[in-house]
């Protein structure tokens, strides 16, 4: 869950260095960062509760306001305000929306299927961590690394 998602924070502090790695880490993480705290405000379920029976083939996500594709648009926006307002700079706004689309774009390919709008709205991702794991994990570990 974390390797893809930090390394293309790496990548973008590596290209724009005006921005920091701490910022940049925090973007690329923020959808997930957000599912733990809405987890636990219980506005997003995760199941099993129980972290010793968790495994990513057993774990069953409702993840609505922190990854469905609706809500996703509002998190761009945000991410996009959060590097224009402190770092003053328009492009590491522009690269901090960009972090948060990638990590959408790195759980369609790999992680737990995510909706449109809600559990009653179409998948928008393949699931790979709830039908094959490992093909879940080679894909997102791969991704981004260099020949």
């Known amino acids: 869950m974390l390797a893809g998602h930090l390394t293309t924070a790496m990548v973008a502090h590596q290209k724009f260095p005006k921005g920091t790695l701490l910022f940049f880490l925090f973007i690329s993480q923020l959808q997930d960062l957000l599912w733990f705290i809405l987890h636990y405000l219980g506005l997003e379920r995760t199941e099993p509760s129980d972290v010793l029976n968790a ?8 993840m609505l306001y922190s990854h469905d594709l609706a809500p996703l648009i509002f998190w761009l926006i945000v991410s996009f305000a959060l590097g224009k307002i402190i770092f003053k700079s328009t492009k590491i706004g522009l ?23 809600g559990a009653d709205t179409a998948h928008a991702g393949l699931g790979l961590y709830a039908s094959n794991v490992y093909k879940g994990f080679l894909i997102k570990y791969l991704t981004f690394l260099k020949p």
Do not use: R
């Open 55 to 62: 495994s990513l083939s057993n774990m069953t996500v409702e």
């Open 95 to 117: 690269v901090s929306s960009v972090l948060v689309l990638g990590h959408f774009v790195l759980d369609f390919f790999s992680g737990h299927p995510h909706h449109i709008f």
